[in-house]
């Protein structure tokens, strides 16, 4: 048997949470500064760098999605492994 806890979370769970997070956050960024700069200048969002700013948001979001999916489905596999061998 292994001497690890498995009721804590391991590495690889905290690295796809902080992984989850970040993507989303800056595919929220980049959503919002698109917004922003096409409510001062319509004409800047379609040129220059913010179409990738925008599609940055677009590809970024449904990414950060299934990270989190795949984050809840480990996290629910260590947690009935622990329940299945009597620890909390």
């Known amino acids: 048997m292994s001497t690890e806890d498995i009721s804590t979370p391991s590495l690889f769970e905290r690295i796809l949470a902080y992984a989850t997070v970040t993507i989303i956050v800056i595919a929220l960024g980049s959503f919002f500064a698109t917004l922003i700069v096409g409510m001062n200048d319509r004409q ?15 590809l970024a979001l449904p990414v950060g999605f299934v990270l989190l999916v795949v984050l809840l489905v480990v996290a629910q596999r260590r947690r009935s492994r622990a329940v299945r061998l009597g620890k909390k």
């Open 44 to 58: 800047a969002v379609a040129e220059g760098l913010w179409p990738v700013v925008y599609g940055i948001s677009l």
